[in-house]
């Protein structure tokens, strides 16, 4: 192993740990926001800085003029187009990026801007054109959709024509300085907006969660007088270790390719600008995935399977009967559901034909994403997940405040760690969810080349993008769909009573079971079909493949618009004054929110 | 309804229809992603109103959908005009008050949480002989049952529960004793310390006067 890749391991791996930890944290402030927003309140949201205007208004302006003074000077400074090919079609990139981004950010900010003055009243004359003319944030958004098209396809029309070689050189450093403009723009008047009084930083309760964290270290780290000490202490750590080694084997973005010297070293200055669709790196690669195993899946399994291990020691060396049956409870279910959880995999292994995580990516981004493949085992593969996590609608082995579970006799830090576990198992069995079934770090129609939209053998469109960018877009492509996919489990918790642990058997035994093994015979029986079937069939499948690309890229792109639109839709209430206090209350224009006293 | 009405009289429940125990409720799957849909309507929407500060208020449009909760202590519901809050003293247009020490509030308290010291006004005066005022007026707020009786008895309109708060929690008896100064220091709901009732002072056109006891 050569002392890049030494680094490089070590940088992925800081990455992991850290996008683990960060998420577990969010995910335990979710968890609790979540608790109070569907019930209509307000929830842990004390904690609060209070930054003063000043502070506030630097927090806003510096960054904001430090981001687009860079932006701008490497525009500035670095303005001729260099001669290679290569550097002629990043030189495009950056063109439509800077630009892409500028328009990005000058829609957002008008946006908000619009909404601001339409509330609070304009200030000056642009505030008054929003608010007078504009009125809705939402044209301002639709009207951004409609440059961001214009900036995208303008260069392709315009591509080759007298006119495009005039202005490229041009529009190479302006794209940048526009943006540097506009983010520095956009920070001037987020820092004029800021009240004279300050404001009072809340993160929406985050920084109450943080402070719930800072109590457990604090706490009394409490061992029952018989329990056994020393496994007392490991089991946690046994708890919270295998959820993060599992996720060395995921690979969590594409190879990114180095060129390498005469000797075979990489070189790890020169990324490689362009990369062909097919096949692996010629050269030097440094794979976005800690550790490429042929054992892959099955690794996964061997240690997910000693998770049971923490909870089972935890109960056990409690000294407390009730905490060895709740560990008990643990035991089985997670052993039960582990069977469901690897049956379901069989049908994948015959459909995809290897082990390895990054080969399985690699095949779904090539033909479908696996839960069009096998949308019955990502079914059972979910619901076995959920309560491989001992969460609700299973979480008989704890049960925080109903059933004794196996942590009672725990508190502290040593609480905190079983507890936060559980968050990021919650992380990992989304990773490998994603991995396995939501495409991984693929997106539709994106290759190592670029966009190629293309439906069985006609191409539509395509769009050449450098190497470097289509590795930055996947890898954060998989953290987004990660994050979004244990969002979901978070919401099934929120949604579901608790199974009884006889419900909870069953299920597993008799239902999810048999429906696994179902699952293989049939995948056996449909992949035995098509290996016989005619050569129309097989094309025709793979038209049905990329179909679902089709499907999966227009969802994408109209719940991203949807949301926008909902984000920016205003408002409409109904004020009705029933009683003398509201009508006080009308008098004043509204209720009264005075700072907590003492 | 025939079938609510049985002979022989009984009661007979009101009969609700079971709901379907239909195949595609017992797997248990649809429900779910309706529950969901349900949940997520419920996040979205208060997340974005939070983040936004676009939450409706809590008085003026409680029967929006959303948080209506009060963030007391920070946010109050004011209370109704009846409420029967703290007391105050109102004043006099020169800024004294108008109780002219009659004890007819302390006379009709049932707690007998009122203490008032009459006295004359000094020699030369205008109110000499037609009024005394309260040299101490004093009311124990942790006996008080806020009746409402003492603002009933008043024949002066000097003694209000209009203030809409109610006391203060203290960690001392002794800081419950509410004296002159501090019960003419609130103000109504209004923000006004006076009444709108007209006073006639001694001297005044409107004043009856004593030159009326002559005339008898």
Not at chain 1, 135 to 158: C, E, N, Q, S, T
Not at chain 2, 138 to 158: H, K, M, S, T, Y
Request: hydrophobic share 50%; charged share 20%; aromatic share 10%.
């Amino acid at each position: 192993m050569s002392l890049v890749d030494l680094i490089a391991s070590f940088i992925k791996i800081a990455v992991l740990i850290g996008f683990c930890l960060g998420v577990g944290g969010a995910l335990t402030w979710n968890d609790r926001r979540m608790s109070s927003m569907i019930q209509d309140r307000v929830g842990p949201n004390r904690a609060r800085f209070l930054i003063p205007a000043w502070a506030a208004r630097a927090m806003f302006a510096a960054p904001a003029l430090l981001i687009g003074g860079a932006v701008a000077a490497w525009g500035v400074l670095w303005r001729e187009i260099p001669s290679t090919a290569f550097a002629n079609a990043r030189a495009n990139e950056r063109i439509v990026i800077t630009f892409e981004l500028a328009v990005l950010f000058l829609w957002i900010g008008l946006a908000m801007l619009t909404a601001w003055s339409v509330r609070r009243g304009p200030a000056n004359a642009l505030e008054e054109f929003l608010a007078k003319t504009v009125k809705d944030p939402r044209k301002v958004f639709y009207a951004g959709v409609v440059v961001h098209v214009a900036v995208f396809v303008l260069p392709i029309v315009m591509r080759g024509s007298a006119l495009a070689k005039q202005l490229k050189p041009q529009l190479f450093w302006i794209g940048p300085v526009t943006l540097g403009l506009v983010v520095a723009a956009m920070g001037l008047v987020g820092a004029a907006k800021v009240p004279s009084e300050g404001f009072k930083l809340r993160l929406i309760g985050l920084l109450h969660t943080m402070a719930d964290g800072l109590k457990m270290i604090w706490k009394e780290d409490f061992v029952p007088k018989h329990g056994d000490k020393i496994l007392h202490s490991v089991a946690p750590m046994i708890a919270l270790f295998p959820p993060l080694v599992v996720l060395a084997v995921i690979p969590f973005g594409d190879v990114l390719c180095f060129a390498t010297d005469p000797t075979g070293k990489i070189l790890i200055s020169k990324v490689l600008s362009m990369v062909p669709r097919e096949g692996v790196c010629a050269e030097g690669a440094i794979p976005m995935q800690v550790a490429s195993l042929d054992v892959g899946i099955l690794f996964i399994f061997a240690i997910a399977g000693t998770g049971v291990l923490g909870a089972a020691i935890g109960g056990w060396a409690s000294d407390n009967k009730y905490s060895l049956l709740g560990a008990l409870r643990a035991a089985g279910q997670m052993v039960s559901y582990e069977i469901t959880l690897g049956l379901t995999l069989v049908g994948l292994f015959m459909i995809y034909g290897t082990l390895r995580p990054e080969n399985m990516v690699w095949w779904q981004g090539q033909n479908a994403w696996g839960i069009f493949v096998q949308p019955v085992a990502f079914f059972l593969f979910f619901i076995a997940a959920i309560a491989e996590t001992k969460r609700i609608p299973f979480d008989l082995p704890e049960g925080e405040s109903e059933i004794v579970g196996y942590f009672t006799e725990y508190s502290s830090m040593k609480f905190g760690m079983f507890f936060f576990a559980e968050y990021i198992e919650v992380v990992t069995s989304s990773a490998i969810m994603v991995t396995l079934f939501l495409g991984g770090w693929n997106l539709p129609f994106l290759h190592r080349d670029g966009i190629t939209v293309q439906i069985g053998d006609t191409v539509l469109f395509h769009y050449g993008m450098s190497h470097l960018m289509v590795v930055i877009i996947s890898v954060i492509a998989f953290f987004t769909k990660v994050l979004a996919f244990a969002w979901v489990q978070v919401v099934i918790r929120w949604t579901l009573p608790r199974f009884r642990y006889d419900q909870l058997m069953k299920l597993c035994w008799r239902a999810l079971l048999p429906l696994s093994l179902v699952n293989i015979l049939v995948t056996g029986v449909v992949l035995l079909v098509i290996q016989n079937t005619s050569v129309t069939v097989r094309s025709a499948l793979d038209a049905a493949g990329d179909l679902t690309q089709v499907v999966v890229a227009v969802a994408m792109i109209a719940g991203g618009v949807a949301a926008v639109r909902w984000l920016l839709s205003p408002v409409r209430r109904q004020p009705v004054v029933l009683s003398t206090s509201a009508e006080m209350v009308a008098r004043m224009g509204r209720t009264i929110t005075r700072p907590m006293q003492a | 309804m025939s079938e609510a009405v049985r002979k022989g009289g009984g009661i007979v429940g009101k009969k609700v229809p079971r709901p379907d125990r239909t195949m595609l409720i017992q797997t248990y799957v649809p429900e779910t992603a309706k529950g969901m849909a349900v949940l997520m309507k419920h996040f979205f929407k208060n997340t974005k109103e939070m983040v936004f500060g676009q939450r409706n208020d809590p008085v003026l449009e409680a029967l929006d959908d959303g948080i209506n909760t009060i963030s007391y202590p920070e946010q109050q519901r004011p209370y109704p005009l009846r409420n029967r809050g703290l007391h105050r003293l109102t004043h006099r247009e020169d800024g004294s008050p108008r109780c002219v020490a009659c004890l007819c509030c302390s006379t009709a308290c049932p707690a007998q949480c009122i203490y008032i010291e009459p006295a004359e006004y000094p020699e030369g005066d205008k109110r000499r002989g037609y009024e005394r005022y309260p040299a101490k007026f004093v009311i124990d707020e942790l006996r008080c049952i806020f009746c409402g009786f003492c603002v009933e008895a008043c024949p002066c309109d000097a003694i209000r529960m209009d203030t809409g708060e109610h006391p203060v929690p203290y960690d001392s008896r002794d800081q419950f004793i509410y004296d002159k100064d501090l019960l003419m220091a609130l103000k109504g709901r209004d923000g006004s310390q006076k009444t709108r009732n007209p006073r006639h002072e001694p001297g005044d056109p409107t004043h009856p006067g004593i030159t009326r006891l002559g005339k008898h």
